[in-house]
């Protein structure tokens, strides 16, 4: 329901809200829970639903990364690189978002998200160079 209205959208996924920080403390906890094999499948989902809170498309996506970042997600995020190709990518997707809408914060630079960005996009995308 709430990918195609979009006013449903705005008004009920913020994150200063109780239902939307329900949501992305889920979300997160799912993804920092991925360390056993078996999550990791599940993690690569909950990065792909915390992908569309913080896609560009997202309404509220600046706000949406911060508390992401703000809830500690990023350090689980970075894990998430080191999994397989399609948790890899996800993961990749996600840090990109948080990178754009965040700009620069504190838990990116200490996570050296910036470095693994360039590093796993190489990898995964090819050389641009």
Do not use: W
């Amino acid at each position: 329901m709430a990918e195609s209205h979009a006013d449903f959208r705005h008004a009920a996924f913020k994150p200063n809200l109780p239902g939307g920080k329900a949501v992305l403390d889920q979300l997160l906890r799912v993804i920092q829970e991925e360390s056993d094999p078996k999550n990791v499948d599940i993690a690569t989902e909950a990065a792909m639903a915390l992908g569309k809170f913080a896609c560009p498309e997202n309404f509220n996506c600046s706000e949406h990364s911060k508390a992401i970042i703000e809830f500690n997600g990023v350090p689980p995020l970075m894990r998430l690189l080191r999994s397989g190709d399609q948790a890899q990518l996800q993961g990749l997707v996600l840090l990109c978002y948080l990178a754009l809408n965040a700009g620069t914060s504190k838990a990116l630079v200490q996570a050296r998200a910036l470095n693994a960005l360039e590093r796993d996009s190489s990898i995964c995308f090819g050389s641009t160079s």
